[in-house]
């Protein structure tokens, strides 16, 4: 692969053949890169996994004769997926040694993936947490048909298995997403005032607003990786995570604020500690109530809530 860059090129242009402008694998990789990184990321639900995908994805797109490739995109996305189920294999390793809770790597989302109504359920991470509970092959496949509408023998080929075989996961991955995923249809609208409503709550350390605000069945999430405190457990039930917020969020005077961010294409919370970044909190709201509270608190795990990550599908 001599004259080809080692690093994957970005949108920006970067990795430039010798010529005046991007050599032709370089502007198809380029014109599709958000995509590919979307379909990496819903796969693994790690951005830094997913970067680190789209970096294998170039170092062998840029050693193929394009003259032989029919369908670019779909060569890419072939690409993409076979290094993302690779990476799946090494992620559940290092999962069964995670200390407490794993949680999804949020991404700070730019106000047109919230406007792309299927794109933003599929990464919120109330989703991305379904996902976790497919095997990888029903991950690949559900994510490939039912978010980027891939047609089966596209799939077949970039999971290695027949058309035939691909319906069959393909039906039992939708059944499985179909049990678990949000119970009803939430506006934008009502998303926006159930979350001003809980960070209202969340400010006072009030906890009849709280209370009023979370669902019965609320369950809470928190992802320290060992590094910062967070609760080792799942906790389940409106009285307990009510009480547990208003003792533990309270305090947000002064140093710390409660900010309102687009998270994974849905509003969400970012708690600043002297200006810094400390806990990321993404909600899942059903019928007008959070269901769901998933605070990332891990460092390794806020490095893409410093600018907006461009989503494709």
Known sequence: MSGTSQTAPDDH????GRGDGPDPATESFVAHRNLLFTVAYEMLGSAADAEDVLQETWLRWAGVDLATVRDQRA???????????????????????YVGPWLP???????????????????SMAMLLVLETL????????VLREVFDLGYDEIAEAVDKSPAAVRQIAHRAR?????RRPRGGVSAAETRDAVDAFRRAAETGDL??????????????????????????PIVGADKVGRLLSAGLGWI????????AQVNGYPALILRVNGEIDTVVALRIDDGLVTGLYAVR???KLSHMQRETALRR
Do not use: C, M, W
């Open 135 to 142: 095997a990888p092959a029903e991950r690949a496949v559900f």
């Open 105 to 123: 790597e949020p991404l700070l989302t730019a106000p047109d993936v919230a406007d792309d109504v299927e794109l933003a359920d599929s990464v």
């Open 13 to 16: 242009g970067s990795g430039r």
């Open 175 to 179: 059944a499985h997403v179909a049990a």
């Open 253 to 260: 005077t002064g140093a710390a604020t409660l900010e309102p």
């Open 208 to 233: 009849q607003s709280l209370l009023d605000i979370l669902a019965p069945d609320v369950v809470y999430l928190g992802d320290g990786g060992g590094v910062k405190q967070a609760v080792p457990r």
């Open 298 to 300: 891990n460092p390794e």
């Open 75 to 97: 060569y890419l996305v072939r690409i993409t997926t076979r290094q993302a189920l690779s990476r799946l294999r090494v992620l559940g390793r290092r999962k069964e040694s």
